[in-house]
């Protein structure tokens, strides 16, 4: 499904029975998108298992654990894992790193402390191991002392990394292979391929990537309401200072936050407000996503990640994005 | 006979019983086996048979009771006329 140099993939969340998760990954698989992203969080299925899973169940996609936490995961058990993925899933392996939200690692009682560095180091440190190389270091946020790794050398699988602020991205265009820009709102995304652009143009093959938060259907209220749970997710882990940025206060994150740990959904869905939830998701009509896709791809992203939940009916919501995107081609010429 | 293919409008109606599964936020409740058997079947490419029809209908009446019986019965209501 890739046109042009533009990808296009989904991201599945790990959050269902596994049989679930296969069968939309069978269906992925054969709507021809270019990856599959399988999303970590602690509180739902192991995005490595869950990987390793459906790697049986798909033949050509892509698979990319996305976005795995150094914070969590020590960055050798990290590469361990994309290692011994790679024997399951030869030449099909991706992954993306990031700092994660501040919800997921407060109810682990971990600290978010020095994120840029802890992400940069981490590329590096799984980089080199997936290389073969043995590592020694006391100087950095990582420890290692003569840490290698026994498994086939998997140097060559692209890391990406998750990525919301400035200097998040600023690292990642210096660093990674690639980046998925966690926005679902035009000008957020515009500000940050512009921030990305300039230090990746001299990396050939710098993948840019919008990972979005679609929900789709004909009617514009049910995919709203479709849309707010993930919106209201993702809001209540950003930092406070982009809160602020788009007008939200730390008591109303506050509120998201504690309703959806509740799983209070009703109370969430009366106090959602178009002001964020537009800024983390997009919710509307086919029509409408197309034209939101035709802006990224003006802008120059060269991946476009459909997340969930994708809509109210999420095999029709599917099957709909793979048709747009098979629309797109006759437009974008390919390789 | 679990290999035959299914009519126009049992197809139809396999396919609301899907999206039904699909979507629900109950998957839980649907046995593991069956799941497991569906997910087998759609690999296969074997959904649309009384197979897969069986094996939907039972994760979808697991799942999402009320929903399945609204649409069985507007298929059955449909199918008198």
């Avoid at chain 1, 970590?40 to 899973?53: G, L």
């Avoid at chain 1, 990525?163 to 690639?178: E, F, H, I, T, V």
């Avoid at chain 1, 500000?191 to 710098?206: D, M």
């Amino acid at each position: 499904m890739g046109v042009g140099n533009v990808r296009f993939s989904v991201e599945i969340v790990p959050r269902d029975p596994l049989w679930r998760t296969c069968i939309y990954a069978t269906l992925v698989d054969r709507l021809g998108f270019d990856a599959i992203w399988l999303s970590d969080h602690f509180f739902n299925r192991n995005v490595f298992v869950a990987t390793a899973v459906i790697a049986n169940w798909t033949s050509r996609c892509l698979l990319g654990p996305a976005v795995v936490n150094p914070y969590v995961i020590h960055p050798a058990i990290i590469a361990q894992s994309i290692a011994t993925l790679e024997e399951i899933a030869p030449k099909r392996l991706i992954m993306a790193i990031g700092a994660g939200d501040e919800t997921s690692l407060a109810r682990l009682c971990i600290k978010r402390e020095n994120p840029v560095d802890k992400v940069r180091e981490s590329i590096h440190a799984i980089r080199r191991l997936l290389a073969g190389e043995e590592l020694t270091s006391h100087d950095g946020i990582l420890c290692f002392s003569s840490a290698k790794l026994e498994t086939k050398k998997s140097g060559d699988v692209p890391i990406y990394v998750g990525a919301q602020g400035k200097r998040m991205l600023m690292m990642s265009a210096s660093n990674a292979d690639g980046v998925l820009i966690n926005w679902t709102n035009l000008d957020r995304l515009k500000e940050a391929i512009n921030t990305v652009k300039p230090i990746a143009s001299s990396r050939q093959g710098f993948d840019i990537g919008a990972h979005l938060i679609i929900s789709i259907h004909e009617d514009t209220a049910k995919a709203r309401k479709t849309a707010i749970p993930f919106a209201a997710y993702l809001m209540a882990g950003t930092n406070n200072a982009l809160l602020s940025e788009i007008g939200v206060s730390d008591e109303e994150r506050n509120l998201v936050r504690s309703l959806l740990i509740r799983g209070d959904w009703d109370r969430l869905y009366s106090v959602a407000r178009d002001e964020w939830i537009r800024v983390f998701s997009f919710y509307g009509t086919v029509a409408e996503l197309r034209d939101f896709i035709d802006e990224l791809l003006t802008q120059g992203f060269t991946h476009v990640v459909f997340g969930g939940p994708w809509g109210p009916r999420p095999r029709s919501a599917l099957l709909s994005i793979a048709k747009l995107v098979d629309e797109l081609k006759p437009n974008m010429g390919r390789d | 006979m679990g290999e035959d293919m299914l009519s126009r409008r049992k197809r139809v109606l396999l396919e609301e019983l899907l999206e039904i599964v699909l979507a629900s936020v109950n998957p839980s409740l649907v046995r593991d086996e069956v799941g497991w058997e569906l997910a087998r079947l759609i690999h296969a490419r074997k959904l649309y048979t009384e197979r897969g029809y069986r094996a939907v209908l039972k994760a979808a009446r697991r799942c999402e009771p009320e929903k399945t019986e609204k649409i069985l019965r507007r298929y059955r209501r449909v199918g008198r006329r």
